[in-house]
């Protein structure tokens, strides 16, 4: 009977051992599962910081595009502006070339002015 006893404690021993280990595995299973859901967290947290970058690199793209548009507007603004001024200076060499062609007398134009704009010799 006391090798009964023995075997009796023996056993019960060894399933206490076997519940610390089940209760150790336990803990490690719920550890293991909570760095698990602290990892979906922050994957979670990865992926929103990323679509936001997405967002704001859209919205860079975006403005970009839209100041290249102003840009390229005011080039050409810039660009018709300076082919008006050209034209403008073309027009004022164009003039003043034929007014050289003129020979006006300054008593004729003093004449002219007091006259209220008729030369002596027309009257």
């Given at each position: 009977?006391?090798?009964?006893?023995?075997?009796?404690?023996?056993?019960?021993?060894?399933?206490?051992?076997?519940?610390?280990?089940?209760?150790?595995?336990?803990?490690?299973?719920?550890?293991?599962?909570?760095?698990?859901?602290d990892q979906a967290t922050t994957t979670?947290?990865?992926?929103?910081?990323?679509?936001?970058?997405?967002?704001?690199?859209?919205?860079?793209?975006?403005?970009?595009?839209?100041?290249?548009?102003?840009?390229?507007?005011?080039?050409?603004?810039?660009?018709?502006?300076?082919?008006?001024?050209?034209?403008?200076?073309?027009?004022?060499?164009?003039?003043?070339?034929?007014?050289?062609?003129?020979?006006?007398?300054?008593?004729?134009m003093s004449a002219v002015r007091t006259?209220?704009?008729?030369?002596?010799?027309?009257?």
């Amino acid at each position: 009977m006391s090798d009964s006893v023995g075997t009796i404690e023996t056993t019960l021993n060894n399933f206490e051992g076997i519940v610390e280990e089940v209760n150790t595995v336990n803990t490690t299973v719920q550890e293991i599962s909570n760095a698990t859901d602290d990892q979906a967290t922050t994957t979670q947290e990865v992926v929103k910081m990323v679509d936001d970058v997405a967002s704001v690199s859209e919205e860079t793209t975006t403005e970009s595009e839209n100041l290249a548009a102003v840009a390229e507007q005011q080039t050409a603004t810039i660009s018709e502006a300076s082919r008006h001024i050209q034209q403008l200076s073309e027009q004022a060499t164009d003039l003043q070339s034929l007014l050289n062609t003129f020979i006006v007398n300054s008593t004729q134009m003093s004449a002219v002015r007091t006259d209220g704009g008729h030369s002596p010799q027309r009257r």
